[in-house]
Protein backbone atom coordinates (compact mmCIF):
# COMPACT_ATOMS: atom_id res chain seq x y z
CA UNK A 1 0.00 0.00 0.00
CA UNK A 2 2.86 2.46 0.94
CA UNK A 3 4.30 2.23 -2.80
CA UNK A 4 0.93 2.54 -4.16
CA UNK A 5 0.37 5.74 -2.08
CA UNK A 6 3.07 7.65 -2.80
CA UNK A 7 2.35 7.06 -6.41
CA UNK A 8 -0.49 9.39 -5.90
CA UNK A 9 1.45 12.22 -4.76
CA UNK A 10 2.36 15.16 -6.64
CA UNK A 11 5.65 15.15 -8.07
CA UNK A 12 6.81 18.22 -6.25
CA UNK A 13 6.05 16.62 -3.06
CA UNK A 14 7.72 13.32 -4.04
CA UNK A 15 11.54 15.23 -4.94
CA UNK A 16 10.91 17.31 -2.05
CA UNK A 17 10.87 14.26 -0.03
CA UNK A 18 13.77 12.51 -1.69
CA UNK A 19 15.70 16.05 -1.87
CA UNK A 20 16.08 16.17 2.19
CA UNK A 21 15.57 12.96 3.48
CA UNK A 22 12.49 12.70 4.26
CA UNK A 23 11.82 9.15 2.13
CA UNK A 24 14.83 7.50 3.20
CA UNK A 25 13.71 7.82 7.21
CA UNK A 26 10.02 7.39 6.47
CA UNK A 27 11.27 3.90 5.06
CA UNK A 28 13.49 3.39 7.97
CA UNK A 29 10.46 4.09 10.37
CA UNK A 30 8.00 2.00 8.15
CA UNK A 31 10.14 -1.19 8.75
CA UNK A 32 9.30 -0.25 12.62
CA UNK A 33 5.76 -0.80 12.57
CA UNK A 34 3.97 -3.85 11.23
CA UNK A 35 -0.03 -4.97 10.15
CA UNK A 36 -2.29 -1.81 10.65
CA UNK A 37 -0.52 0.27 12.06
CA UNK A 38 1.85 0.20 9.73
CA UNK A 39 -1.09 0.60 7.24
CA UNK A 40 -2.33 3.89 9.29
CA UNK A 41 1.04 5.38 9.41
CA UNK A 42 1.12 4.95 5.74
CA UNK A 43 -2.30 6.71 5.07
CA UNK A 44 -2.30 9.04 7.61
CA UNK A 45 0.82 10.62 6.19
CA UNK A 46 0.14 10.22 2.37
CA UNK A 47 -3.29 9.33 2.03
CA UNK A 48 -3.67 13.01 3.55
CA UNK A 49 -1.14 14.54 1.99
CA UNK A 50 -2.75 13.26 -1.40
CA UNK A 51 -6.24 15.43 0.25
CA UNK A 52 -3.84 18.25 0.75
CA UNK A 53 -2.79 18.08 -3.06
CA UNK A 54 -6.05 18.24 -4.07
CA UNK A 55 -7.24 21.03 -2.30
CA UNK A 56 -4.85 22.76 -3.89
CA UNK A 57 -5.82 22.24 -7.17
CA UNK A 58 -9.71 23.47 -6.83
CA UNK A 59 -11.74 26.11 -7.32
CA UNK A 60 -13.99 25.54 -4.36
CA UNK A 61 -11.42 23.54 -1.78
CA UNK A 62 -14.05 23.97 0.85
CA UNK A 63 -16.58 22.01 -0.64
CA UNK A 64 -14.11 19.20 -1.61
CA UNK A 65 -12.86 19.07 1.90
CA UNK A 66 -16.55 19.06 3.29
CA UNK A 67 -17.01 15.81 1.23
CA UNK A 68 -13.86 14.35 2.00
CA UNK A 69 -14.70 14.97 5.97
CA UNK A 70 -17.92 12.86 5.18
CA UNK A 71 -16.73 10.02 2.90
CA UNK A 72 -14.00 9.72 5.97
CA UNK A 73 -16.47 9.37 8.24
CA UNK A 74 -18.89 7.02 7.05
CA UNK A 75 -16.00 4.71 6.52
CA UNK A 76 -14.67 5.11 9.94
CA UNK A 77 -18.20 3.60 11.01
CA UNK A 78 -17.67 0.66 8.45
CA UNK A 79 -19.84 2.42 5.36
CA UNK A 80 -18.32 0.77 1.83
CA UNK A 81 -17.86 3.96 -0.58
CA UNK A 82 -17.23 3.28 -3.74
CA UNK A 83 -15.32 5.81 -5.59
CA UNK A 84 -12.41 5.99 -8.69
CA UNK A 85 -10.47 9.82 -6.83
CA UNK A 86 -7.18 8.30 -5.50
CA UNK A 87 -7.45 10.76 -2.37
CA UNK A 88 -11.01 9.82 -1.73
CA UNK A 89 -9.89 6.24 -1.96
CA UNK A 90 -7.15 6.50 0.81
CA UNK A 91 -9.75 8.18 3.09
CA UNK A 92 -12.14 5.33 3.09
CA UNK A 93 -8.70 2.96 3.33
CA UNK A 94 -7.87 5.36 6.40
CA UNK A 95 -11.51 5.31 7.97
CA UNK A 96 -11.64 1.03 7.64
CA UNK A 97 -8.47 0.65 9.10
CA UNK A 98 -8.74 2.91 11.83
CA UNK A 99 -12.29 1.27 12.07
CA UNK A 100 -10.28 -2.39 12.42
CA UNK A 101 -8.13 -0.99 14.96
CA UNK A 102 -10.86 0.17 17.59
CA UNK A 103 -12.32 -3.37 17.21
CA UNK A 104 -8.77 -5.02 17.74
CA UNK A 105 -9.44 -8.31 20.21
CA UNK A 106 -8.12 -8.13 23.55
CA UNK A 107 -5.82 -7.51 24.72
CA UNK A 108 -4.40 -4.98 21.93
CA UNK A 109 -6.00 -1.72 24.10
CA UNK A 110 -3.23 0.26 22.45
CA UNK A 111 -4.45 -0.32 19.11
CA UNK A 112 -7.69 0.62 20.06
CA UNK A 113 -6.74 4.06 21.94
CA UNK A 114 -4.72 4.69 18.31
CA UNK A 115 -7.89 4.07 15.85
CA UNK A 116 -10.26 6.16 18.06
CA UNK A 117 -7.12 9.01 18.54
CA UNK A 118 -6.24 9.24 15.21
CA UNK A 119 -9.77 8.84 13.82
CA UNK A 120 -10.63 12.85 16.15
CA UNK A 121 -7.10 14.22 15.26
CA UNK A 122 -7.65 13.78 11.45
CA UNK A 123 -11.62 15.28 11.72
CA UNK A 124 -9.67 18.30 14.24
CA UNK A 125 -6.92 18.78 11.38
CA UNK A 126 -9.52 18.87 8.42
CA UNK A 127 -11.75 21.62 10.95
CA UNK A 128 -8.35 23.59 11.15
CA UNK A 129 -7.77 23.20 7.59
CA UNK A 130 -11.36 24.60 6.87
CA UNK A 131 -10.24 27.53 9.17
CA UNK A 132 -6.87 27.86 6.98
CA UNK A 133 -8.72 28.05 3.90
CA UNK A 134 -11.06 30.82 5.11
CA UNK A 135 -8.50 33.01 5.36
CA UNK A 136 -7.00 32.85 2.12
CA UNK A 137 -5.92 36.14 0.85
CA UNK A 138 -5.91 37.73 4.44
CA UNK A 139 -2.80 39.16 6.03
CA UNK A 140 -3.57 38.75 9.28
CA UNK A 141 -1.61 39.90 12.69
CA UNK A 142 0.76 37.69 14.41
CA UNK A 143 -0.96 36.28 17.45
CA UNK A 144 -4.12 34.85 14.96
CA UNK A 145 -1.77 33.38 12.16
CA UNK A 146 0.87 31.91 14.92
CA UNK A 147 -2.57 30.16 16.34
CA UNK A 148 -3.00 28.71 12.98
CA UNK A 149 0.33 27.59 12.72
CA UNK A 150 0.61 25.75 15.52
CA UNK A 151 -3.08 24.17 15.32
CA UNK A 152 -2.27 22.61 12.42
CA UNK A 153 1.27 21.52 12.86
CA UNK A 154 0.36 20.45 16.20
CA UNK A 155 -2.58 18.40 14.92
CA UNK A 156 -0.44 16.82 11.90
CA UNK A 157 2.73 15.87 14.85
CA UNK A 158 0.01 14.00 17.01
CA UNK A 159 -1.32 11.82 14.46
CA UNK A 160 2.21 10.39 13.59
CA UNK A 161 3.10 10.57 17.07
CA UNK A 162 0.28 8.43 18.77
CA UNK A 163 0.79 5.33 16.05
CA UNK A 164 4.47 5.82 16.54
CA UNK A 165 4.38 6.09 20.66
CA UNK A 166 0.82 5.68 21.85
CA UNK A 167 1.09 7.83 25.02
CA UNK A 168 1.45 6.92 28.74
CA UNK A 169 1.54 10.62 30.22
CA UNK A 170 -0.81 13.59 28.21
CA UNK A 171 1.17 16.20 30.33
CA UNK A 172 4.15 14.86 28.17
CA UNK A 173 2.51 13.63 24.84
CA UNK A 174 0.62 17.32 24.19
CA UNK A 175 3.49 19.18 24.46
CA UNK A 176 6.17 17.16 22.66
CA UNK A 177 3.43 17.02 19.65
CA UNK A 178 2.77 21.13 20.27
CA UNK A 179 6.33 22.17 19.71
CA UNK A 180 7.64 19.90 17.16
CA UNK A 181 4.04 20.69 14.88
CA UNK A 182 4.99 24.32 15.43
CA UNK A 183 8.37 24.11 14.86
CA UNK A 184 8.50 22.03 11.38
CA UNK A 185 5.45 24.23 10.45
CA UNK A 186 7.58 27.71 10.96
CA UNK A 187 10.25 26.59 9.21
CA UNK A 188 8.01 24.84 6.49
CA UNK A 189 6.30 28.45 6.23
CA UNK A 190 9.60 29.64 5.25
CA UNK A 191 10.37 27.16 2.57
CA UNK A 192 6.84 27.27 0.88
CA UNK A 193 7.02 31.10 1.14
CA UNK A 194 6.46 32.05 -2.65
CA UNK A 195 4.19 28.96 -3.58
CA UNK A 196 1.86 29.53 -0.50
CA UNK A 197 1.45 33.14 -1.51
CA UNK A 198 0.60 32.39 -4.64
CA UNK A 199 -1.79 30.72 -3.75
CA UNK A 200 -3.35 33.00 -1.57
CA UNK A 201 -1.53 31.61 1.44
CA UNK A 202 -0.12 34.80 3.02
CA UNK A 203 2.62 33.37 6.24
CA UNK A 204 3.77 36.40 7.27
CA UNK A 205 2.14 38.85 9.86
CA UNK A 206 0.94 41.85 9.16
CA UNK A 207 3.29 43.56 11.17
CA UNK A 208 6.13 41.68 8.87
CA UNK A 209 4.62 42.31 5.67
CA UNK A 210 6.91 45.10 5.02
CA UNK A 211 9.02 42.64 3.96
CA UNK A 212 7.65 41.10 0.84
CA UNK A 213 8.27 42.55 -2.21
CA UNK A 214 6.14 41.88 -5.67
CA UNK A 215 2.64 41.90 -3.48
CA UNK A 216 0.08 44.37 -3.57
CA UNK A 217 -2.35 44.91 0.13
CA UNK A 218 -5.20 46.81 1.02
CA UNK A 219 -7.32 46.42 3.39
CA UNK A 220 -5.35 43.75 5.00
CA UNK A 221 -5.94 41.91 1.74
CA UNK A 222 -3.57 40.30 -0.78
CA UNK A 223 -4.91 41.74 -3.86
CA UNK A 224 -2.05 41.09 -6.32
CA UNK A 225 1.04 38.99 -6.60
CA UNK A 226 4.23 39.79 -9.12
CA UNK A 227 5.96 36.07 -9.18
CA UNK A 228 8.96 38.16 -11.13
CA UNK A 229 9.29 40.60 -8.24
CA UNK A 230 8.32 37.92 -5.54
CA UNK A 231 10.78 38.01 -2.85
CA UNK A 232 11.07 37.67 1.53
CA UNK A 233 13.44 39.95 3.11
CA UNK A 234 16.80 38.34 4.75
CA UNK A 235 16.24 40.11 7.66
CA UNK A 236 13.00 38.50 8.10
CA UNK A 237 13.85 34.77 7.19
CA UNK A 238 16.99 35.16 9.79
CA UNK A 239 14.83 35.58 12.70
CA UNK A 240 11.91 33.55 11.72
CA UNK A 241 15.04 30.35 11.11
CA UNK A 242 16.18 31.26 14.39
CA UNK A 243 12.89 31.07 15.88
CA UNK A 244 12.27 27.78 14.06
CA UNK A 245 15.43 27.13 15.67
CA UNK A 246 14.66 27.29 19.49
CA UNK A 247 11.26 26.10 18.89
CA UNK A 248 12.97 22.81 17.65
CA UNK A 249 15.28 22.88 20.63
CA UNK A 250 12.57 22.65 23.12
CA UNK A 251 10.66 19.89 21.11
CA UNK A 252 14.39 17.87 20.87
CA UNK A 253 14.77 18.47 25.23
CA UNK A 254 11.16 17.30 25.30
CA UNK A 255 11.82 13.94 22.93
CA UNK A 256 15.19 13.13 24.83
CA UNK A 257 12.92 13.28 28.45
CA UNK A 258 10.37 11.10 27.13
CA UNK A 259 13.00 8.63 25.00
CA UNK A 260 14.40 8.62 28.92
CA UNK A 261 11.31 7.45 30.17
CA UNK A 262 11.03 4.62 28.04
CA UNK A 263 11.01 0.62 28.98
CA UNK A 264 14.89 0.86 28.17
CA UNK A 265 14.79 -2.97 26.32
CA UNK A 266 12.34 -1.35 23.64
CA UNK A 267 14.88 -0.71 21.68
CA UNK A 268 12.39 -0.53 18.49
CA UNK A 269 10.23 1.89 20.28
CA UNK A 270 13.41 3.88 21.22
CA UNK A 271 14.45 4.24 17.42
CA UNK A 272 10.68 5.37 16.42
CA UNK A 273 10.86 8.11 18.41
CA UNK A 274 14.52 8.88 17.54
CA UNK A 275 14.01 8.61 14.01
CA UNK A 276 10.30 10.77 14.31
CA UNK A 277 13.19 13.80 15.83
CA UNK A 278 14.89 12.68 12.61
CA UNK A 279 12.22 13.16 10.23
CA UNK A 280 10.99 16.59 11.40
CA UNK A 281 14.13 17.63 11.46
CA UNK A 282 14.55 17.50 7.61
CA UNK A 283 11.97 20.70 7.52
CA UNK A 284 14.52 22.79 8.99
CA UNK A 285 17.49 21.59 7.02
CA UNK A 286 15.36 22.44 4.22
CA UNK A 287 14.45 25.76 5.85
CA UNK A 288 18.36 26.74 6.26
CA UNK A 289 19.03 25.80 2.39
CA UNK A 290 16.77 28.66 1.43
CA UNK A 291 16.99 31.06 4.14
CA UNK A 292 21.13 31.54 2.42
CA UNK A 293 21.30 35.14 1.08
CA UNK A 294 21.27 33.97 -2.47
CA UNK A 295 18.45 31.34 -2.54
CA UNK A 296 15.77 34.22 -2.67
Known amino acids: MGNQLEAGLTHERSTEMDRYGRTQIYCKIQALLEGKRRRALDLVNHGIAMVDDVLDSKTDPLSHLKRIQEIFRQSFFGATIETSEPDEQAVVDLGHTLNELTHSAFPNFTDNAIGRHTYLEVLNYWDAEQRNLRRRWQ ?158
Not at 198 to 206: A, D, E, L, R
Not at 207 to 224: A, F, K, M, P
Open 139 to 296: VLDRETLDGITSDIGSLVASQMLFILDPPRDPYEFIPLAKMYGLAVKLADNLSDFRDDIQKGFVNIPKEDIHHVTGIYVEDDRLTRVDPDNLALGLEYRGREYQRAQRVFEVADNLLLKARLNRPIWDRRLDERLHLFGEFCHTWLDQAKELTLPQSL
